[in-house]
């Protein structure tokens, strides 16, 4: 049996069990709570499975894996049915782009780790840490936009017709902008694509709302 050790609101633990439904891998959720008792991913045992602190983490038969992006492309190459890349170099290298302009270039901006320090550390106040939050996704959906838009080989999703690695990506970003009140109306690529994917009960039942840990 697979384990994913998951928050309900990580977005990259959410792409990663994304990735477990749209190929069907059964897998038991090992919660981490990211707040309680100073998160629990700071503790000694979770350090040792992963030594950043994070998740996600995933073990299955041959091996301990960490980062979300790595994780969804080691289950690509191990279960290839329902692929997440394309076939083809430059599909792949485009897909891969996008999923890294969420998760290399947007995500690390707003991460808990980065809010608490900018709170704790630098003392930000409420309003100005939302305010950051809100202009480096809005700057980065803005950018993304573009990107889906002017090219032809945006489909149904961010890369033809059936979902990749970037939609991965794509919904638990677009999902953490809901929560921040970001701006979204003038980003109708990106809400068009995110309304395909979760229409699919892959997405759905990876939502945080769905996952036993969910408060």
């Known amino acids: 049996m697979?384990?994913?050790?998951?928050?309900?609101?990580?977005?990259?633990?959410?792409?990663?069990?994304?990735?477990?439904?749209?190929?069907?891998?059964?897998?038991?959720?090992v919660p981490v709570?990211?707040?309680r008792d100073g998160?629990?991913?700071?503790?000694?045992?979770?350090?040792?499975?992963?030594p950043l602190g994070l998740v996600p983490v995933l073990r299955a038969g041959d091996g301990t894996f960490t980062q979300s992006l790595a994780i969804i492309e080691y289950l690509d190459e191990m279960h290839p049915?329902?692929?997440l890349l394309p076939t083809d170099p430059?599909?792949?290298?485009?897909?891969?782009?996008?999923?890294?302009?969420?998760?290399?270039?947007?995500?690390?901006?707003?991460?808990?780790?980065?809010?608490?320090y900018l709170v704790r550390e630098l003392g930000v106040d409420a309003q100005r840490k939302?305010?950051?939050?809100?202009?480096w996704v809005d700057e980065g959906l803005a950018a993304l936009e573009?990107?889906?838009?002017?090219?032809?080989?945006?489909?149904?999703?961010?890369?033809?017709?059936?979902?990749?690695?970037?939609?991965?990506?794509?919904?638990?970003?677009?999902?953490?902008?809901?929560?921040?009140?970001?701006?979204?109306?003038?980003?109708?690529t990106i809400l068009r694509i995110v309304e395909a994917c979760e229409r699919l009960g892959a997405f759905r039942d990876a939502a945080p709302e769905n996952q036993p840990d969910a408060e």
């Open 33 to 35: 709570h990211l707040l």
């Open 81 to 83: 049915a329902a692929p």
């Open 39 to 50: 998160g629990e991913q700071r503790q000694p045992e979770h350090l040792a499975r992963h």
């Open 146 to 188: 573009r990107m889906l838009v002017g090219d032809p080989r945006t489909g149904e999703f961010c890369h033809g017709d059936s979902p990749t690695l970037a939609d991965c990506c794509l919904v638990p970003q677009v999902f953490n902008a809901r929560r921040f009140d970001c701006r979204l109306h003038d980003k109708p």
């Open 130 to 135: 939302d305010a950051w939050y809100r202009h």
């Open 90 to 116: 430059p599909g792949r290298a485009r897909v891969r782009a996008i999923a890294q302009a969420i998760a290399c270039d947007i995500h690390p901006l707003n991460n808990l780790r980065v809010l608490q």
């Open 2 to 29: 697979i384990e994913l050790y998951t928050y309900f609101r990580s977005s990259a633990a959410y792409r990663v069990r994304i990735a477990l439904n749209l190929k069907g891998l059964r897998y038991r959720p």
